[in-house]
């Protein structure tokens, strides 16, 4: 039996009904923010977890409230920032849909903190799992469909789309594809970076590919013959030593399929010794794509994981507007759900602006928080123009899909 004998808040929950449990009354305690009833409640061992019949928890009502005290107690007491309400949205879904900055901050901080420590552990258990065989096993050896901007697997899963085009655009424009110089894209799809590229004649090409239809397609349409083009076969986890041996890129671009975020971090581990002093590297931002807040916690831990390597981060904000469903005909699922497609480019960090850094105060330990800052702001302005309606029932890793 649940003690409800001092149910501070048991008249707002169930006057005429059961006396409410010590979860009902948790949870409404922390929509109103009391902190020491909440305490009093975690003393007593409410379930930190609960969600009620619509999958609200006690930490989406503090965050809703922007109750900061109460958020941090829920959080140190082992509630998941990342559980969802049943419409998709997740507590940090619920501070920015209120505008309470720094609840939003917080559990940013938190969840980024917790994801890099829970990343460890997931590394050394897919290190077990894919010893023998890539994630992506299945997908390399399915039928692939060319349809006109579409290129579909099996299941009809969307590989790559024609709506992406304007981003692929901008990114052969960042990523060092208008230096004229030595550029590398990992993954081909419908070609459109690499054709981007090319326009911007780069001394050298080199594109890698994992995929037998998609490479047959390549050499069909006479990429092999295409000025400073080298196609490499194969994942780029098979073909690194040839890779390694021909860096630096003076461009490098990273966009594959059925991967997790745990092969592009593999990817950037080789970054420092692949990329040119002055290169730039940029990738497809397609992390959590149909929970904002989940792909904020990305977009910063990615800036946290490179900032370990020298490389800082800026996110680019581009308007991608709502996709029709026309746009999602003959595709069997949706996989882009917002407004704004945050277009990363990495660099190296300046070794004197580093310097700078660590004089600064405050500035330890948070090297790319900046970037990631932006990504907040424009993320809170895709969220006022709807994107929080169309949020989904991601879970963060590891079962989120780079893209598609
Ligand atoms: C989303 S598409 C790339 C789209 C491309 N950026 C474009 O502009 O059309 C992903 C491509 O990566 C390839 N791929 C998947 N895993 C790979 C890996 N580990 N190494 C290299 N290529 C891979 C897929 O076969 C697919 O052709």
């Known amino acids: 039996m649940t003690d409800t004998s001092k149910a501070k808040y048991g008249e707002s929950i169930g006057a005429d009904g059961p006396p409410p449990s010590l979860e009902q009354q948790l949870l409404a305690a922390a929509a109103a923010g009391d902190a020491d009833e909440v305490a009093r409640l975690i003393e007593l061992e409410a379930d930190v977890d609960y969600q009620d019949e619509d999958g609200v928890s006690p930490l989406m009502k503090a965050a809703e409230g922007g109750h900061i005290v109460v958020l941090s107690a829920l959080l140190q007491s082992g509630a998941p920032w990342n559980a969802q309400d049943k419409h998709g949205y997740c507590a940090g879904e619920y501070a920015m849909g209120s505008g309470h900055q720094e609840a939003v901050d917080l559990l940013l901080d938190f969840a980024v903190q917790v994801e890099l420590v829970l990343g460890a552990l997931e590394r050394y258990i897919c290190d077990m799992i894919y010893m023998y065989a890539a994630p992506n096993s299945g ?97 780029w986890q098979d073909v690194l030593p040839e890779l390694l041996a021909e860096a630096p890129y003076d461009g490098i671009f990273f966009d594959t399929y ?45 800036s946290l994981e490179l900032a370990s390597k020298g490389l800082t981060v800026e996110y680019e904000p581009l308007a991608v507007g709502s996709l029709g469903d026309e746009v999602w005909q003959g595709v069997r699922s949706k996989y882009w759900h917002f407004e704004t497609y945050f277009l990363p480019r990495v660099t190296r960090v300046d070794p004197l602006d580093a310097v700078e850094e660590e004089g600064d105060e405050g500035g330890e330990g948070r090297p790319c928080v900046e970037e990631a800052g932006g990504v907040t702001a424009a993320a809170d302005e895709t969220m006022a123009a709807g994107g929080r309606g169309e949020a989904g029932v991601a879970a963060l890793a590891p079962d989120d899909q780079l893209q598609q």
Request: glycine share 12%; hydrophobic share 35%; proline share 4%.
């Open 258 to 302: 059925g991967e997790y975020y745990e092969e592009m971090r593999d990817f950037h581990i080789h970054l420092p010794r692949l990329l040119a002093r002055d290169g730039v590297y940029s990738f497809f931002n397609g992390l959590a794509s149909d929970n904002i807040f989940f792909h904020m916690v990305y977009c910063r831990l990615i």
């Open 139 to 235: 997908y390399l050896t399915q039928k692939l469909v060319y349809r006109g901007e579409q290129l579909l697997d099996a299941d009809g899963e969307a590989v790559m789309m024609g709506w992406e085009r304007p981003l692929m655009v901008r990114h052969a424009e960042r990523d060092g594809g208008g230096g004229g110089g030595r550029v590398l894209n990992v993954g081909f799809g419908l070609g459109i970076v690499d054709t981007e590229i090319q326009s911007h004649k780069p001394e050298r090409h080199t594109i890698v590919e994992a995929h037998p239809d998609v490479y047959e397609h390549m050499v069909r349409k006479g990429w092999a013959e295409r000025p400073g083009v080298r196609i490499l076969k194969g994942r």
